[in-house]
Nanobody
Framework: QVQLVESGGGLVQPGGSLRLSCAAS????????MGWYRQAPGKQRELVAT???????NYSDSVKGRFTISRDNAKNTVYLQMNSLKPEDTAVYYC???????????????WGQGTQVTVSS
């Protein structure tokens, strides 16, 4: 089994900062992509920031310059530093990983349970 466990969400005022963490655990052989998506009420889930194959980083245009994704490969952990937060950043943030559990297993997508981020005064 593989689990993605997020932490770090909460309530913050506009202009504030939060740091999200996501740790992947379980039977993991290789992680090919890992990052963050978010879903606001009444909207589709959207990409926020991800590491992809070849260590490429993708950011949503709406968060470029404000959010920074980083990772600790030894801990299978990815972080999202969110600065200059805006009310429109309010959403449930989901950790995502595309990984292999080892020889004989197909690569699969895994999702965390989500963590709420609310930006409000």
């Amino acid at each position: 089994q593989v689990q993605l466990v997020e932490s770090g969400g909460g309530l913050v005022q506009p202009g504030g900062s939060l740091r999200l963490s996501c740790a992947a655990s379980g039977s993991i052989s290789s992680i090919y992509a890992m990052g963050w998506y978010r879903q606001a009420p009444g909207k589709q889930r959207e990409l926020v920031a991800t590491f992809t194959r070849g260590d490429k980083i993708n950011y949503s245009d709406s968060v470029k310059g404000r959010f920074t994704i980083s990772r600790d490969n030894a801990k299978n952990t990815v972080y999202l530093q969110m600065n200059s937060l805006k009310p429109e950043d309010t959403a449930v943030y989901y950790c995502y990983a595309h990984l292999s559990r080892g020889w004989g297993y197909a690569t699969e997508d895994y999702w965390g349970q989500g963590t709420q981020v609310t930006v409000s005064s």
